[in-house]
């Protein structure tokens, strides 16, 4: 187990504490005054720590042993759900090349907001356009951004320029059976579908998001260029703009005169379909750019993150009943294929999914979205529930799979964060210290490493 591997986790204590992942013993502290702390994020060159609260972001050098932020990002006025690191493409002249590297946040006060560290401030701030709260966010490439927000609706954004290109309502979430988990049933709506939380699979274009009610859809990012999907090769090591024009000044897009809505703690978290307005995001045939593929109906509990592993295999979902559980795709057989039967095989227990091939149909005929599976010839596939990571008394509110998806880390309420032999579903180790519950943990390697 390498050296080189950084963890940070942190939560309601205000303490981020940084851990040797070989031996379970924390070797510093900071403390984050302002509030719990919603999300952390290293940057690539794991210079950097960022630590996103209510209503701030603090940046920590993490060489260094000075206890205090050496910038805080200070403009949203609610909860930061969501931080990353990337580099975006500048409006800079044809062949000119040049980008930057920035800080992108989403707020439950419905705003996105970029930030250069050399600016001291937000470069370009993005009002959601139906003004719901902002739930989780991650970066396309060097010029786009996907978020999800409490309206149930998935959008597709020209950082840049500071547009949306193209945003879709997921179906109705699929009731799945009921399991017999040992927890206290969820009293949430079952027709809610406030979306809480993504992850993009960058080699595959692929994108997770689950909603409240225990329901992931995957769709896929369809851009005529199959190049903007991919991130960045390298970033800078020092935040500093690169050659080439400056992202325009902090504006909102579009102008919004209502209130925008927060929430208090991400212990509740909070977490009209439209065309792509730009030419040089849009498909040649101006296609939505999302397509759904399938819905995965988890179970009848709170989704907390969901998660590819780095191989694109593997898709991971935290949830309120403390465990973290594993799902891969299959085939399905050629009755299911054929229609013959309505999709649904067996339960969750037996670790088949179930998965109504002419629901989804009717979603696609009324709302016009593409690319259902199962439909014109779509390879028709399902999720299936492999492990069950179950270590952990309460919620899992975060989790992190190893470069090489052998491995993964998990963060929960009981005060615990855990590594997990994905393999074995065993616990490896353990890393206790927090006083409080621990909501968001971050992972970072060297270059070298594949794995641990």
């Known amino acids: 187990m390498s050296s080189a591997t950084l963890l940070a986790t942190a939560g309601y204590d205000h303490g981020i504490r940084f851990w040797e992942v070989a031996t379970g013993v924390p070797y510093r502290t900071i403390q984050f005054g302002d509030s719990q702390v919603n999300r952390l994020r290293f940057s690539p060159d794991r210079l950097l720590l960022a630590a996103a609260g209510n209503p701030r972001i603090s940046l920590f050098d993490v060489s260094s042993s000075n206890p205090n932020p050496f910038y805080v990002c200070d403009g949203h006025k609610g909860n930061v759900m969501s931080v990353e690191f990337g580099q975006l493409a500048t409006a800079a002249p044809s062949g000119s090349g040049g980008g930057t590297s920035l800080l992108v946040s989403c707020s439950d006060d419905a705003t996105m907001k970029v930030w250069d560290t050399r600016t001291q401030g937000a470069v370009q701030t993005l009002q959601n356009t139906s003004a719901d709260p902002l739930t989780d966010f991650c970066l396309v490439g060097t010029r786009h951004g996907v978020s999800v927000d409490a309206g149930g609706m998935i959008k597709v954004w020209d950082m840049t320029m500071g547009k949306l290109v193209s945003a879709v309502a997921p179906p109705p979430p699929l ?9 206290a049933s969820s009293s949430r709506s079952a027709t809610s579908t406030s979306l809480q939380s993504l992850s993009l699979h960058s080699p595959t274009g692929r994108l997770a998001a689950s909603c409240k009610t225990g329901t992931v859809f995957i769709y896929k990012l369809d851009f005529a260029d199959p190049q903007l999907i991919q991130p960045a090769q390298s970033l800078p090591s020092s935040m500093q703009a690169s050659e080439g024009a400056p992202l325009s000044s902090s504006s909102s897009f579009p102008p919004q005169s209502g209130p925008s809505s927060s929430s208090p703690q991400p212990s509740s978290p909070q977490h009209p379909t439209g065309k792509s307005s730009s030419s040089s995001t849009a498909r040649a045939d101006g296609a ?8 995965v109906p988890v179970h009848r509990r709170y989704i907390l993150r969901v998660g590819w592993s780095a191989d694109g295999k593997m898709l991971a979902t935290a949830q309120d009943d403390g465990s973290v559980r594993i799902w891969t795709e299959q ?10 039967t309505d ?12 998965f109504d091939h002419q629901q989804l149909a009717g979603h696609q005929a009324q709302s016009g979205a593409p690319g259902v599976a199962g439909a014109g010839g779509a390879a028709t596939t399902n999720f299936r529930n492999v492990a069950v990571l179950a270590g952990h008394q309460r919620w899992v509110w975060d989790f992190s799979f190893t470069p090489d998806s052998q491995h993964l880390f998990s963060a929960s309420s009981d005060k615990k964060a855990l590594l997990w032999d994905v393999g074995s579903a065993a616990v490896v180790r353990e890393y206790v210290g927090h006083q409080k519950a621990i909501t968001c943990l971050a992972v970072a390697y060297s270059s070298e490493q594949e794995g641990l």
Do not use: K, Q
């Open 175 to 183: 009731p799945p059976p009921e399991t017999n988990t040992g927890f």
């Open 288 to 295: 939505n750019l999302l397509s759904l593929e399938t819905v």
């Open 331 to 340: 085939e399905r057989d050629a009755a299911v294929r054929d229609g013959a």
């Open 343 to 354: 999709g649904h095989v067996s339960d969750v227990g037996s670790g088949s999914l179930p």
